[in-house]
T-cell receptor, first 114, second 114 residues
Framework: GAVVSQHPSWVICKSGTSVKIECRSL??????MFWYRQFPKQSLMLMAT?????????EQGVEKDKFLINHASLTLSTLTVTSAHPEDSSFYIC??????????FGDGTRLSIL | AQSVTQPDIHITVSEGASLELRCNYS??????LFWYVQSPGQGLQLLLK??????LVQGIKGFEAEFKRSQSSFNLRKPSVHWSDAAEYFC????????????FGKGTRLSVIA
């Protein structure tokens, strides 16, 4: 069964609204969580890495004020897309990892901004 | 820096024919290697992984992959392709320690014809 739960799986909202995506590790404590973005017909690109209780590390070109990441506990990380616009429409995938162990991926969230 | 190259963007094979998807990697340390499959609009499904030991790895759905250190390759194979194998395939590389994220190739889209 799934070891990483991502919610919601699909969201449609109006331009200018903020959207929160949750990522939970179900049966292990994730020391690190990763957020990826995947545009249509492209590969997964790492957006940021977050460790519990500390600020996320963003990849070059990813706006930290646009994509707010909160890693409040060892089992929960959230990604908030603030003031979303159509160009933010994408497939967002989270991943969780316990140090030294393989990454587990959520099923992704399809975000559509109208 | 670590990187993954999947030279073939799109491959078309006939149902029942054999398949080989190529993957080359560049990694400074001992790599963990993975193959994932993604159907349209879906998340990632892990096909197989290599950590150490036997360089020929068996996965789900009849797939296998062979790690060749001298060639920095981890090619995916299947002896007889089924129409349901049509999907996007991603090769990924990561560290076997710490909390570094997986790095993905650009993917190979597999089409299966009758």
């Amino acid at each position: 069964g799934a070891v990483v739960s991502q919610h919601p799986s699909w969201v449609i909202c109006k331009s200018g609204t903020s959207v929160k995506i949750e990522c939970r590790s179900l049966d292990f404590q994730a020391t690190t969580m990763f957020w990826y973005r995947q545009f249509p017909k492209q590969s997964l690109m790492l957006m940021a890495t977050s460790n519990e209780g500390s600020k996320a590390t963003y990849e070059q070109g990813v706006e930290k004020d646009k994509f707010l990441i909160n890693h409040a506990s060892l089992t929960l990380s959230t990604l908030t897309v603030t003031s979303a616009h159509p160009e933010d429409s994408s497939f967002y995938i989270c991943s969780a990892r316990l140090s030294g162990r393989p990454q587990h991926f959520g099923d992704g969230t399809r975000l559509s901004i109208l | 820096a670590q990187s993954v190259t999947q030279p073939d963007i799109h491959i078309t094979v006939s149902e029942g024919a054999s398949l080989e998807l190529r993957c080359n990697y560049s990694y400074g340390a001992t790599p963990y290697l993975f193959w994932y499959v993604q159907s349209p609009g879906q998340g990632l499904q892990l096909l197989l992984k290599y950590f150490s030991g036997d360089t020929l790895v068996q996965g789900i759905k009849g797939f296998e992959a062979e790690f060749k250190r001298s060639q920095s390759s981890f090619n995916l194979r299947k002896p007889s392709v089924h129409w349901s194998d049509a999907a996007e395939y991603f090769c990924a590389v990561g560290a076997n320690s710490g909390n570094t994220p997986l790095v993905f190739g650009k993917g190979t889209r597999l089409s299966v014809i009758a």
